[in-house]
């Protein structure tokens, strides 16, 4: 029976113990949007569908951005309006880190003889501060294709991909490795691109199956490759529509401790100054765990108040804390008053054995391991609580 109830108490003790004080580590989502101030004052942060925040800013030459190279072209005479970019790129996304922009494809066709009928390849080049992301590949859709793609991140870089079918056959749906498509990665700081592509033998084994090969660089979890694709004569235009090319983006021209050096980081209160990973020349400014807003603006982030999300149990108290925020439980209860975690449970005295073989304090006192085990935890006080109940 004493075994019994060592056992339990152990058993309890971490539940008792665990830290309700909680700071969530999960990668933090965007938050540059989230704030009071999304754009510079009297400046718009919305393009259609599209939300600007500072360093970008929408209209040329108006001051809303950091740059001229961030600004947002809004073109209001389609519906919904359109973001432009450097010159006529489209804007979709813009984040903490990123920006996602509408694609551009090479393409090139023959016909049955083996005729060369469509060849255009893409050449681009982006400002300052921009540069595509790692995690967009060098993908080609072909059946008859030698791609290659070459840019510079400083140093010379080429790289490239075959894809060639023996038959129709031989195409397998999602299987990106050589037979009716293939990709490749891309360096770290890469600030353009062009590519070139040529073919084996004009597509004239293929024909029958696939007449055209095109080759594009693209955010690769949006793109699955699909037989289908081979054939499809929307594939061009779907391609530009609905996969995007990542970009990274940093403001400034040198990193966190060059830019300190200087004075010249800014990155508001409650915020801190990041060096990217991304093989640029600048720095980011991010809101500190637990806080939102643009930390690029004044008066940068302010604390997320966590309590509105209701993250502890029903039953459980919330206290927002700066960057953070606590659970507990109210009296007669136990736990540690999250919704993810033990909650709060109300405290009966359904372990009779407690009392029966501990009996009084003096008894436990006479077992050190016990006693001291008993006082470290909660159950100190709620057991003796409620041995005063008894
Ligand atoms: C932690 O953060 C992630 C992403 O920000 C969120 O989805 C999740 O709900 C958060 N967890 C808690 C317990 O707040
Ligand atoms: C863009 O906004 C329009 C209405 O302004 C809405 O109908 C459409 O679904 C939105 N598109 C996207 C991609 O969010
Ligand atoms: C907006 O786009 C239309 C065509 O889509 C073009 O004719 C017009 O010049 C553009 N306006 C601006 C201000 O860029
Ligand atoms: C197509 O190729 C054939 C020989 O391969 C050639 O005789 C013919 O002139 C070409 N036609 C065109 C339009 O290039
Ligand atoms: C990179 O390529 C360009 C043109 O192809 C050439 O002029 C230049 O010298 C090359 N630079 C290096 C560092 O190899
Ligand atoms: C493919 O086309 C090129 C140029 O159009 C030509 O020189 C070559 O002979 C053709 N090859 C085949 C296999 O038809
Ligand atoms: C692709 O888009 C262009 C421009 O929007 C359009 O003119 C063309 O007809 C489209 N092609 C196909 C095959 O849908
Ligand atoms: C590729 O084919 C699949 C299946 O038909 C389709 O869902 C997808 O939209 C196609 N991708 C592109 C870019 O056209
Ligand atoms: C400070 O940063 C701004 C904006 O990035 C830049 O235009 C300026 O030249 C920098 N000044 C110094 C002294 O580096
Ligand atoms: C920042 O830049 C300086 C000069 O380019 C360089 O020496 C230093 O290593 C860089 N620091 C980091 C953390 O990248
Ligand atoms: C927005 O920015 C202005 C100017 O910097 C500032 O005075 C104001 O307090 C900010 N508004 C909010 C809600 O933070």
């Excluded at 019994?4 to 909680?22: G, Q, R």
């Excluded at 921009?130 to 060098?138: A, D, L, Q, T, Y």
């Excluded at 991304?278 to 997320?304: A, M, V």
């Excluded at 966590?306 to 953070?324: H, M, R, V, Y």
Aim: with cysteine; glycine share 8%.
């Amino acid at each position: 029976m004493f075994l019994h109830s060592v056992l339990f108490l152990v058993l309890w003790l971490p539940l008792a113990l665990a830290a309700s004080n909680y700071v969530n580590t999960t990668r933090s989502p965007t938050t540059i949007t989230k704030g009071a101030n999304i754009s510079k004052p009297r400046c718009p942060s919305k393009c259609g569908n599209l939300t600007v925040p500072y360093p970008f800013g929408i209209g040329l030459g108006t001051g809303c951005s950091i740059d001229p190279s961030f600004e947002i072209n809004c073109n209001t005479s389609s519906n919904p309006p359109r973001p432009l970019w450097d010159r006529n790129l489209e804007v979709t996304d813009i984040t903490d880190s990123h920006m996602r922009i509408k694609n551009w494809v090479a393409e090139t066709c023959y016909n049955q003889r083996g005729n060369l009928t469509e060849d255009s390849q893409v050449n681009v080049y982006l400002p300052q501060n921009f540069g595509f992301s790692e995690m967009n590949k060098f993908m080609v859709v072909g059946c008859d294709d030698v791609a290659v793609i070459s840019g510079t991140t400083g140093r010379n870089f080429t790289s490239g991909c075959v894809s060639i079918c023996s038959s129709k056959e031989s195409i397998i749906d999602g299987d990106c490795s050589g037979t009716g498509c293939c990709q490749t990665s891309i360096p770290n700081g890469l600030q353009n691109f062009e590519t070139s592509m040529t073919s084996i033998d004009n597509y004239t084994k293929v024909w029958s199956y696939a007449g055209c090969g095109h080759a594009f660089l693209g955010e690769q979890d949006s793109f699955t490759f699909h037989k289908a694709n081979l054939s499809d004569l929307t594939f061009y235009n779907r391609t530009i529509e609905n996969v995007p090319v990542l970009l990274d983006w940093v403001i400034g021209t040198q990193n966190c401790t060059e830019s300190h050096k200087s004075n010249n980081v800014s990155c508001q209160q409650n915020s801190r100054c990041i060096d990217p990973d991304n093989g640029l020349q600048g720095y980011r400014c991010t809101c500190f765990e637990g806080y939102e807003g643009n930390p690029y603006l004044h008066p940068g982030c302010r604390d997320i108040n966590e309590c509105n999300q209701n993250p502890c149990d029903p039953k459980g108290i919330c206290t927002n804390t700066p960057g953070s925020y606590k659970c507990s439980c109210p009296h007669g209860y136990l736990g540690d008053g999250r919704k993810d975690g033990h909650g709060c449970n109300k405290r009966t005295p359904v372990f009779p054995m407690i009392k029966f073989s501990l009996g009084n304090i003096n008894n436990l006192k006479s077992c050190p391991v016990v006693y001291s085990l008993v006082k470290a935890s909660n159950l100190y006080y709620d057991y003796f609580e409620w041995l005063d109940l008894a």
